[in-house]
């Protein structure tokens, strides 16, 4: 939904990506960026059940064309090292590439492992730096 309700969701196929977080330098604020979102006289919609039902009856491949983020224009007139990242991503033929939540962390889903070397990214964006992070470990219940 829109991140008021949390729920443990199982995933068929889930195990078989991993997900690239890169950080622009500046972050972007909830309070503001719904402000934006505002004032340009959108709706946001939910997005994420269909998603989800779209990936339990069919997999990721027929899900992952559905996902996007509502705040994608905005963060990207924001601050428009998000644009960048996004589009620098995409180019890269990730499966999904997207904003976090109202930003400025944007991710890119990669199917199977990818070494640092292989991904191809720019320098300011590589696995070692300080912007990026390659997340693959799993989740444990708390």
């Keep these: 939904g829109f991140g008021e309700v949390v729920?443990?969701?199982e995933l068929l196929q889930l195990a078989d990506y991993h997900v690239l977080l890169v950080f622009p330098p500046q972050p972007l604020y909830t309070k503001d960026m719904y402000a934006r979102f505002d004032e340009r006289g959108e709706k946001s919609s939910n997005h994420t059940a269909r998603f989800l039902e779209k990936w339990q009856e069919s997999g990721a491949?027929?899900?992952l064309p559905l996902a996007h983020n509502d705040f994608?224009?905005?963060a990207r007139q924001?601050?428009?090292a998000v644009g960048e990242a996004i589009d620098s991503l995409r180019k890269r033929g990730f499966p999904l590439v997207s904003l976090t939540g109202t930003g400025s962390c944007v991710f890119a889903l990669m199917k199977g492992?990818?070494?640092?070397e292989e991904l191809g990214l720019p320098s300011e964006v590589r696995i070692s730096g300080p912007h990026s992070?390659?997340?693959n470990a799993p989740t444990t219940e708390a």
Aim: glycine share 0%.
């Design 7 to 9: 729920a443990k969701q």
């Design 61 to 63: 491949a027929e899900a």
């Design 72 to 74: 994608e224009e905005v």
């Design 78 to 80: 924001e601050l428009p």
């Design 113 to 116: 492992e990818s070494p640092a």
């Design 133 to 135: 992070l390659l997340f």
